[in-house]
Each structure stands twice: as C-alpha cells, then as structure tokens.
C-alpha cells in the first residue's frame, strides 16, 4: 500500500462524500478508491468510513484521520512547490471562523481585501457565537472574544473590546442620565442574556480588588445584542453590550454610552490557530495579513475614560 497515495483517496472520499465522486476526481476508477480505503483501515487497525448506498460518512477515528490526513498532503505539496521553484503564491482553502456580529462587521471587510490579495486562496467564513474546537472541527484559525482556558493553540493578541452600558438620547431625556450606579438601578434595563444573565451587572469601583455587582430592573431580556440595541433605541430601557456590537449605533446618535468610568476590565480579542509546524503557506499568509489589520481595527474602536 502506498500511504499517501490511500490518504488522497480517503481525503477525497471524505469531500466528496462518496467513493464514485472522489475516483472521478481523482480520475481513479471505483475499484481502485475501494481498495485503497479498504487497506488503509486495515493498515491503521479501524474503520474510517460508513459506507451505505445513500451516502458515506466519517466515524469518529476518521474525523480525526482526516485532520491529520490534510495537513499532511497540503505540507507535501508545499514542500513539493518549494524544490522545484514553483511556489509562487500561496494556494488552498482556508476555513475560519469568527463571532458572528464582530466577524460582519470587522473580520469580513478584512476577508475581502484578502481575497483579492491572494487570488489562489479560497476562505470558508463560518460566523457563528459557539466557540468551535479548531483540531475536531478542521478550523485552520479563529478569532475569540473572552478569557481563553489553558491549550495548546496559538493565541495572538488583537486588542480588547469593552462592556458598555448604552440608551437612546429620548430615553435619558424622559428618565433622566445616570450618574451613578444606584441610578442605574432605578432605570429600567434591556438584559443581554449571553452577556451577563440574571439581574445584575457587574462593574469596577475604584480602590476595589475586583469586580462588584449592581442589581438592575430588567423589564425585558433578550438573547441577541442586536435585539438589546434595537429594544434600547426604541426606548425600553437601557442596556449592556459589548463597544463593537453597539458601535454603529453610538456613532449614529442613536445610542449614548453612559457611566463609562465605572466598566469592568476590557475583553481581550485574539486570533487562534493550532500551531503546526511548518506552518501551511497559505495560513501563514492569513495570520500575516489579517492580524495588523484587525488590530487596527481594534485600536480605532476608543478607549473609554477611565478614573479608577
């Protein structure tokens, strides 16, 4: 058996999602696809694939295999365009993966100029606020708002975003600005479940060693930012987001931030990626381009006061 030549068939069969189509584009005939996957299980002692009439599928063992599978192919092919002179450009597919507010707003633009930057580069945006595991899900990198646990991913510092308490300049007209934090409570509050649920928010007092809790009069809770901003230009109430979600709608007028000198310690952004080395040309390429540019990006959206 020839490893590489069976970890292309099961990387194709695994695309394709069918061993007809991954011969056809491989330009192999069925037989040869079959007999190939059928020796590479038994080589690595499991099974890969459920084959059926209808469809063919990963196991769990061939999810892992795959992640494995394609990078080593893609550093064969790097290394291959090395010694023979014909690297050029960087090539593949990326897959990447961001919140989904922050990446519309901030990450997409960035992509564009991207693509046109590297014309052999083909990117997979996948927005979305669950945090994905980049090794199982065959992310290539990830941008993450929030504290980060203990791995072994590669983090790259971006910048911060802020916790910001915002409402509509009719709404403080009628009910009047807080100034404070026991006014803030008196006021009634559009809650951002994802952010901080229950009936309080946390804020920074200065002289104190760490964060305490405010209690608010939440009459509506929503699960959405862009739901709590809406809701709050309307007038229901005040809210809390984070400074980007909000950012459009400060900048329009539409939203006032308030009690900024009270806000709990900013939110680190950073770019995530597994760290393999070599590192693929093409995430090299990524990481390289898109970092300066969202930490930019980040630097513009400005610091609040601070009086602590």
Known sequence: MDRLDAMTAFAAVAETGSLTEAGRRLGLPLPTISRRISELEAHLGTRLLIRSTRKTVLTDAGTAYLAAARRILEEIREAERDVTGAAGSP???????????????????????????????????????????????????????????????????????????????????????PRSLEDLSRLPAVSFEALEPGLSWNFTFAGSRGPRSVPIRSRLSVSTAEAAIDAAIAGAGVTRVLSYQAEQAIASGD?????????????????????????????????????????????????????R
């Open 91 to 177: 090539r593949g597919d990326l897959l990447v993966t961001a919140p989904v507010a922050f990446g519309r707003l901030h990450l997409l633009p960035i992509v564009t100029d991207f693509l046109a930057a590297y014309p052999e580069i083909d990117v997979r945006l996948v927005l979305s606020d669950r945090n994905a595991r980049l090794i199982d899900d065959q992310i290539d990198a990830a941008v993450r708002i929030g504290a980060l646990p203990d791995s072994t991913l590669v983090a790259v510092r971006l910048g911060h975003v802020r916790r910001v308490v915002c409402g509509s300049p009719a709404y403080f007209a009628a009910h009047g600005m």
């Open 255 to 307: 939203l006032v931030v308030v009690l900024a000198e009270f806000e709990p310690e900013p939110i680190p952004v950073t770019l995530l990626h597994a760290g393999q080395e070599p590192l693929p040309r093409k995430l090299r390429a990524w990481l390289d381009f898109v970092a300066p540019h969202l930490t930019a990006r980040l630097a513009g959206l400005s610091p609040a006061p601070r009086d």
